[in-house]
């Protein structure tokens, strides 16, 4: 997501708590917060596939493979 619209959710926040939103303004704003949590969602996804675990005996579990269904590539 780009600033631009990061910016546009604010404005259209700080419109609706000083004068209220117009239905297209609204759903604008309904569109916009989807699409931002939906970016936030994917980048918290894709930092969680890169954590490994060392476990006790020192092996290393791979996260991302084992629960993220990240394929091997070196394989």
């Known amino acids: ?3 631009e619209k990061i910016d546009r959710i604010n ?3 700080h419109k609706s708590q000083a004068v209220g939103l117009t239905e297209e303004e609204k ?3 309904a569109a916009l917060r989807k ?3 939906e ?3 994917k980048n918290l996804r894709g ?3 890169t954590i490994s675990i060392k476990e006790a005996d020192g092996s290393i579990t791979d996260l991302g ?3 993220g269904n990240i394929k091997d590539t070196k394989s």
């Open 1 to 3: 997501m780009n600033q």
């Open 11 to 13: 404005t259209l926040y």
């Open 27 to 29: 759903a604008e704003q």
């Open 35 to 37: 699409e931002y949590v």
């Open 39 to 41: 970016a936030i969602r």
């Open 47 to 49: 930092t969680l596939n």
């Open 65 to 67: 493979k084992k629960y």
